[in-house]
T-cell receptor, first 110, second 111 residues
Framework: DVKVTQSSRYLVKRTGEKVFLECVQDMDHENMFWYRQDPGLGLRLIYFSYDVKMKEKGDIPEGYSVSREKKERFSLILESASTNQTSMYLC?????????FGQGTRLTVV | RKEVEQDPGPFNVPEGATVAFNCTYSNSASQSFFWYRQDCRKEPKLLMSVYSSGNEDGRFTAQLNRASQYISLLIRDSKLSDSATYLCVVNPMEYGNKLVFGAGTILRVKS
């Protein structure tokens, strides 16, 4: 059974903190994605990666960076967390068509 | 203009009803189209791909209209368990397999 695992279901961080969200997939997929989901806005793509050490900006990359040192792991980094980054963060991986999602991380920045 | 647009709903329908959702996309070069389903507090999961010739999976039918740049999802004989948010997804083919999601359409099926 395919699996995408995000390190935390819920996180509470303070403004200005550096935050790491980790995502691991066990399907040997080339492509991995980070989305955030907000009410009324749907899923918005932050960054994606189509190979190890490769990354592309999505639609809303500002305030975020990513790291993909190994194929199975894709990390999202909030360099200095702000309250407008409070959201649900979803990681996904895909090979050709279907994307498989992790269970999501609900991040609250206070 | 958003890349993928959907009517957010909610669509409130009785059990057994037929309901249809439309979704429009802006990039005419898009090649791949999908419908995902997301249950409350869960991650999205693939419902079905959308092929040029249209395709059916049980009570669900998906269609693509390239000329008008929209895709549709038809659900027949709605069940209570169909209540969810339905996400329209497009691969604009700019970078490999990037997927662009619509904001979703909420369906509530009531007894």
């Amino acid at each position: 059974d395919v699996k995408v695992t995000q390190s935390s279901r819920y996180l509470v961080k303070r403004t200005g903190e550096k935050v790491f969200l980790e995502c691991v997939q066990d399907m040997d997929h080339e492509n991995m994605f980070w989305y955030r989901q907000d009410p009324g806005l749907g899923l918005r793509l932050i960054y994606f990666s189509y190979d190890v050490k490769m990354k592309e900006k999505g639609d809303i990359p500002e305030g975020y960076s990513v790291s993909r040192e190994k194929k199975e792991r894709f990390s999202l980094i909030l360099e200095s967390a702000s309250t407008n980054q409070t959201s649900m963060y979803l990681c996904a991986s895909s090979e050709n068509t279907e994307a498989f999602f992790g269970q999501g991380t609900r991040l609250t920045v206070v | 203009r958003k890349e993928v647009e959907q009517d957010p709903g909610p669509f409130n329908v009785p059990e057994g009803a037929t309901v249809a959702f439309n979704c429009t996309y802006s990039n005419s070069a898009s090649q791949s189209f999908f419908w995902y389903r997301q249950d409350c507090r869960k991650e999205p999961k693939l419902l079905m791909s959308v092929y040029s010739s249209g395709n059916e999976d049980g009570r669900f039918t998906a269609q693509l209209n390239r000329a008008s740049q929209y895709i549709s999802l038809l659900i027949r004989d709605s069940k209570l368990s169909d209540s969810a948010t339905y996400l329209c997804v497009v691969n604009p083919m700019e970078y490999g397999n990037k997927l662009v999601f619509g904001a979703g359409t909420i369906l509530r099926v009531k007894s």
